[in-house]
């Protein structure tokens, strides 16, 4: 098992656990064993219902950014790890929840608007800093939470939205106390677990396929024109002045 998450199936239930201090921020290696993880869930039959949820300050930071300023040619796999975990996540046999408390950001907004249901603490916080720290990608999967005009007010802005602001946009179906989360989660799951587990495989990919457009090509379009802004100096900049904890300049 990766040390940046565990899992475990009982009664149904399949739960994932991110659990890598400080901010839950994957690497490309762990981006790809993350996917790897969903899979193999969504593949074994003991499985009816996964919860993703997180330990420690939020749901998740995204991508290290440390990695890659250090590493620029990592972009790829980071950007194929990314493909990987979002495109298993919404493409997964069983319905996938996510618990979400804390900063949700980058990458923790590709999982969330893959999964299938979302419950939050009081706590949440949206955000796509995509701009700011020189790559593209996650409009796709934020557009499945939030309208267009909001999408783009996000992602050109970077600003962040508070779970009680994003509530009105309908995609969070219950909003509790941190502490309550995942019993809050686990209720929703036992629902769904048990229910007939064929039924529910059909429904998921019946589901699936009434969706407007192709999520992961969406997705795939993005990603280019992370490869496109990697050209440019202003990318690199972005993610110095990160790891540096200074304003970019340009």
Known sequence: ????????????????????????????VEWLALADL??????????????IRSEGRGFCAGVDIKELDQYPERIV???????????????????????LHGYVLGGGI???GAADIVVASTCTTFALPEVDRGAM????????LFPVQKVRYLFFTGETITVQDADKYGFIERIVAKEA??????EIA??????SSDMIRIAKESLNGIEDGDLEAKYRWEQGFTLQAYTSPDSA??????????????
Do not use: W
């Open 110 to 112: 590709g999982i969330t």
């Open 190 to 195: 036992a629902k769904i677990a048990a229910k």
């Open 237 to 250: 900049e972005t993610r110095r002045a990160f790891v540096d904890k200074r304003e970019a300049k340009f």
């Open 137 to 144: 990608g996650g409009g796709a999967h934020l557009q499945r």
């Open 1 to 28: 098992m990766n040390q940046a998450f565990n899992s475990h199936i009982e009664n149904g239930i399949a739960e994932i656990i991110i659990n890598k201090a400080p901010v839950n921020a994957l690497d490309s």
């Open 38 to 51: 969903i899979n193999s869930i969504g593949e074994n039959e003991a499985a009816r219902v996964l919860i």
């Open 181 to 186: 989360l995942r019993d809050n989660a686990m």
């Open 77 to 99: 796999s980071v950007n194929a790890g990314n493909y990987a975990t979002f495109k298993a996540v919404h493409l997964c046999p069983i319905p996938v929840i996510v618990a």
